[in-house]
């Protein structure tokens, strides 16, 4: 096992906890199996390494939305360049996770797995809100409380202002602005040394959820994964190569064909942070996109465009939702989306933070983080696919941006229509 990546550990942690559940199933009933092996062993195991994902989740949250709001601070340099970048962003991201909510009720993934039955605490959300009062809500009146209560939505809003504030302060305030950078690469540090234990973890709740429903938790989680891929799919497909053939007038074939290798990049490693430098080379070599716009939006893109990220949490939340029995309202899935998508300003472009950031709007609506552990040790696999879809956006945005501006330094043989100048 030392020898094993991370991702393999937990691959493995995941099969030996569904053949220990599995195996133990019939005997679940026993005086040993349930006191010492479910609510003690199991429990610990699992429990343990959830409370530390709970543990980490608020000052995660506040650190990185203040570092990544802090850092578009050239938006004010690039006027109206910033506004497109950051409309298309979080815009596409908006979309993305009400695809994935929508396709989620759908083809109900957590439909005939009950997990309340291994839930010993009480699960409630939130009542519905009128959509008015949601916007005010959002508003901390004290963001100390707001941490302490973990409230989301406030948590996030407070980051932002934060963030804006030290971008507009500049230099005056470069010593709480390095301070905060230092907390977040903190944070990132913690969050890695929590992931180690993901393999004790995702035994612990893994062979308890087996132990107690045996084999009746697969069929719902193989669901969820297809779920998942679809929306992908569906995402990219229509939001993307749609926006890319309608405003950038330019050839899907193409666009893959020249931006492949980026692509095989952000699959293999599961990183939008390291697809920089080839995104950004295939964007001025292979598009002939000028290097002041490429150089703004590529590098943003990988901070706060997380697309396949959204996607992955939004049916997420309606897998474990419908797998603990609780019918999300209206108000649930509105607050689900500003959560995921004011999140993705901040969230770190690095293999893991996506399932904590999950654990944010998970907590934000009331459900319990311990479904988390049924698609850890699949997430991987979806992980290096929600990456491709990441920086697939990044370089459709810079396209379209650098088209509306007339940033194209060459014409491209392979775009739509018959433009003859240097310059689109």
Same mark, same amino acid.
């Given at each position: 096992?030392?020898?094993?990546?991370?991702?393999?550990?937990?691959?493995?942690?995941? %099969?030996?906890?569904?053949?220990?559940?599995?195996?133990?199933?019939?005997?679940?009933?026993?005086?040993?199996?349930?006191?010492?092996?479910?609510?003690?062993?199991?429990?610990?195991?699992?429990?343990?390494?959830?409370?530390?994902?709970?543990?980490?989740?608020?000052?995660?949250?506040?650190?990185?939305?203040?570092?990544?709001?802090?850092?578009?601070?050239?938006?004010?340099?690039?006027?109206?360049?910033?506004?497109?970048?950051?409309?298309?962003?979080?815009?596409?991201?908006?979309?993305?996770?009400?695809?994935?909510?929508?396709?989620?009720?759908?083809?109900?993934?957590?439909?005939?797995?009950?997990?309340?039955?291994?839930?010993?605490?009480?699960?409630? +959300?939130?009542?519905?809100?009128?959509?008015?009062?949601?916007?005010?809500?959002?508003?901390?009146? @004290?963001?100390?409380?707001? /941490?302490?209560?973990?409230?989301?939505?406030?948590?996030?809003?407070?980051?932002?202002?934060?963030?804006? #504030?030290?971008?507009?302060? #500049?230099?005056?305030?470069?010593?709480?602005?390095?301070?905060? $950078?230092?907390?977040?690469? &903190?944070?990132?540090?913690?969050? $890695?040394?929590?992931?180690?234990?993901?393999?004790?973890?995702?035994?612990?709740?893994?062979?308890?959820?087996?132990?107690?429903? #045996?084999?009746?938790?697969?069929?719902?989680?193989?669901? !969820?994964?297809?779920? +998942?891929?679809?929306?992908?799919?569906?995402? !990219?497909?229509?939001?993307?190569?749609?926006?890319?053939?309608?405003?950038?007038?330019?050839?899907?074939?193409?666009?893959?064909?020249?931006?492949?290798?980026?692509?095989? +990049?952000?699959?293999?490693?599961?990183?939008? @942070?390291?697809?920089?430098?080839?995104?950004?080379?295939? /964007?001025? $070599? @292979?598009? #002939?996109?000028?290097?002041?716009?490429?150089?703004?939006?590529?590098?943003?893109?990988?901070?706060?465009?997380?697309?396949?990220?959204?996607?992955?949490?939004?049916?997420?939340?309606?897998? *474990?939702?419908?797998?603990?029995?609780?019918?999300?309202?209206?108000?649930?899935?509105?607050? %689900?989306?500003?959560?995921?998508?004011?999140?993705?300003?901040?969230?770190?472009? %690095?293999?893991? %933070?996506? &399932? =904590?950031?999950?654990?944010?709007?998970?907590?934000?609506?009331?459900?319990?983080?311990?479904?988390?552990?049924?698609?850890?040790?699949?997430?991987? &696999? &979806?992980? /290096?696919?929600?990456?491709?879809?990441?920086?697939?956006?990044?370089? =459709?945005?810079?396209?379209?941006?650098?088209?509306? $501006?007339?940033?194209? *330094?060459?014409?491209?043989?392979?775009?739509?229509?018959?433009?003859?100048?240097?310059?689109?």
């Amino acid at each position: 096992m030392k020898k094993l990546s991370l991702t393999s550990k937990i691959f493995v942690s995941l %099969v030996l906890g569904i053949i220990t559940g599995l195996v133990l199933h019939p005997i679940k009933g026993n005086v040993f199996v349930e006191t010492y092996l479910i609510n003690f062993l199991f429990s610990f195991l699992g429990s343990g390494f959830m409370r530390a994902i709970r543990m980490i989740v608020v000052p995660l949250v506040f650190c990185s939305l203040t570092v990544g709001a802090a850092g578009v601070e050239d938006v004010r340099k690039l006027g109206r360049v910033g506004v497109k970048i950051l409309a298309f962003y979080l815009g596409t991201t908006a979309v993305a996770i009400t695809l994935a909510l929508g396709l989620g009720n759908i083809i109900n993934p957590g439909k005939g797995i009950i997990l309340s039955d291994i839930v010993t605490s009480k699960v409630s +959300v939130g009542e519905s809100k009128p959509f008015v009062d949601i916007l005010l809500g959002m508003i901390p009146v @004290n963001p100390i409380e707001a /941490m302490a209560k973990g409230d989301m939505l406030q948590i996030i809003v407070f980051a932002i202002f934060c963030g804006v #504030g030290i971008s507009l302060l #500049g230099d005056r305030v470069k010593t709480i602005k390095k301070g905060i $950078e230092e907390a977040n690469n &903190l944070m990132l540090k913690l969050v $890695e040394l929590i992931m180690k234990l993901a393999p004790y973890g995702v035994y612990g709740l893994i062979a308890k959820t087996f132990t107690t429903l #045996g084999y009746s938790a697969m069929v719902p989680l193989l669901k !969820y994964f297809l779920g +998942v891929i679809a929306a992908l799919i569906i995402h !990219y497909l229509v939001t993307y190569q749609g926006l890319l053939v309608l405003i950038a007038r330019y050839n899907p074939i193409k666009f893959v064909k020249k931006y492949a290798s980026t692509m095989v +990049v952000a699959f293999s490693t599961s990183s939008s @942070n390291a697809t920089i430098p080839t995104s950004l080379k295939a /964007m001025q $070599e @292979n598009f #002939g996109v000028s290097k002041s716009i490429s150089s703004f939006t590529i590098p943003l893109g990988s901070t706060i465009n997380m697309d396949g990220t959204a996607i992955m949490q939004g049916m997420a939340t309606v897998f *474990i939702a419908q797998a603990y029995g609780v019918e999300l309202t209206m108000g649930n899935y509105i607050t %689900v989306i500003f959560t995921a998508t004011l999140a993705s300003i901040g969230t770190a472009g %690095v293999p893991g %933070v996506g &399932l =904590i950031m999950l654990g944010m709007v998970l907590t934000e609506i009331g459900l319990p983080l311990d479904g988390i552990a049924l698609i850890m040790g699949i997430d991987r &696999l &979806l992980d /290096m696919l929600r990456t491709v879809v990441n920086v697939t956006g990044d370089a =459709i945005c810079t396209l379209i941006v650098a088209k509306t $501006e007339s940033e194209i *330094i060459e014409v491209e043989e392979d775009s739509f229509g018959s433009v003859e100048a240097e310059s689109l």
